[in-house]
């Protein structure tokens, strides 16, 4: 059975401090690996998908690596706005259903 | 172009009744899928639908059911609701069956007392 678990659960950073979020996982056989954005009351907003280990994507302030068996989140100089749950998924090569993660809540204080 | 849209976006409604949650996906899209998110965990999968028809279906009772209309919308529907039916419910659309990304609407928020 796939599984995704997400550390730290919650964090809190000052503006400008950079740091990383960690997705884990198990699957067998990935089709891919999905990070998603939260804003509270809202739908999750799609990020990267990443397929295979050692792939990279970069959004702004946002960069995704991906292993064979955990995934990064960095958040480089991060603002305000930035705060927000952020999800990771996966996929496997059998099912058509995204497996979630329990999110990270982050906070960016100015 | 409009993204998924859901309606009602919020509803509140008494144990034991029935309740429909409404789609539409991102014109172009095939493939709706609906998730079921409490709060404080991430999104849990319920149904996907393609081509009008079930193609995959997570772990929820039998009181839990959807269908897709020949353009592509869909709707969830929720018999003799507990308690613990309470979350946000989540749309999501791919291009097509296998589509590798899916883009969520902003959910359905049910509340039952």
């Known amino acids: 059975e796939d599984q995704v678990t997400q550390s730290p659960e919650a964090l809190r950073l000052q503006e400008g401090e950079s740091s990383s979020l960690n997705c884990s996982y198990t699957?067998?056989?990935?089709?891919?690996l999905f990070w998603y954005r939260q804003d509270p009351g809202k739908g999750p907003e799609f990020l990267f998908t990443?397929?295979?280990a050692g792939e990279e994507k970069e959004k702004e302030r946002l960069k995704a690596t991906l292993t064979k068996k955990e995934s990064f989140l960095h958040i480089t100089a991060p603002k305000p706005e930035d705060s927000a749950t952020y999800l990771c998924?996966?996929?496997?090569?059998?099912?058509?259903?995204?497996?979630f993660g329990p999110g990270t809540r982050l906070s960016v204080l100015p | 172009d409009a993204g998924v849209t859901q309606s009602p976006t919020h509803l509140i409604k008494t144990r034991g009744q029935h309740v429909t949650l409404r789609c539409s996906p991102i014109?172009?899209?095939?493939?709706v899928s609906w998730y079921q998110q409490v709060l404080g965990q991430g999104p849990q999968f319920i149904f996907q639908?393609?081509?009008?028809?079930?193609?995959g279906r997570g772990n929820f009772p039998d009181r839990f059911s959807a269908r897709q209309f020949p353009n592509y919308s869909s709707e969830l529907n929720v018999n003799a609701l507990l308690l613990g039916d309470s979350a946000l419910y989540l749309c999501?659309?791919?291009?097509?069956?296998?589509?590798?990304?899916?883009?969520f609407g902003e959910g359905s928020w049910l509340t039952v007392v």
């Open positions: 990443l397929y295979s």
């Open positions: 014109s172009g899209h095939k493939s």
């Open positions: 639908y393609y081509e009008k028809e079930e193609r």
């Open positions: 999501a659309s791919s291009l097509e069956f296998s589509g590798n990304t899916i883009y």
């Open positions: 998924a996966v996929r496997d090569n059998y099912g058509q259903n995204f497996v």
């Open positions: 699957v067998s056989g990935l089709r891919g």
